[in-house]
């Protein structure tokens, strides 16, 4: 059985033990989290109509916090000595899906 989950306007196809780096939550570590469940597909059956998912849930829990891959940025304006260097490095957690649930 696997889930396709929503979270920080992203989408993950997710399975049971599976650790998954998603944008950070509210949350610390070793907290369980309820992630929203998108599609829910169970062998043969698949649940993708909103009755159907109010039921189904997914859950996981707060494993750690991992950074991502350094943004390097410049930006210039032209005929002056403007000239700024930037980096960024968004943060996430790390979920470990504990349960997949369709009822």
Do not use: C, W
Not at 53 to 65: D, H, M, N, P, R
Request: no cysteine; net charge positive; glycine share 10%.
């Amino acid at each position: 059985m696997y889930a396709i989950i929503a979270s920080g306007g992203k989408q993950e196809k997710v399975a049971e033990g599976q650790q998954v780096r998603v944008e950070l939550l509210d949350g610390d570590e070793g907290s369980d989290v309820s992630l929203r469940p998108v599609m829910l597909v169970d062998g043969d059956t698949i649940l993708s109509t909103p009755d159907e998912l109010s039921k189904a849930s997914v859950t996981g829990k707060i494993v750690g916090q991992t950074k991502g891959p350094k943004i390097n940025g410049f930006t210039y304006k032209n005929s002056t000595t403007y000239r700024r260097r930037y980096g960024h490095r968004q943060k996430y957690h790390m979920v470990e899906i504990t349960s997949i649930s369709a009822s």
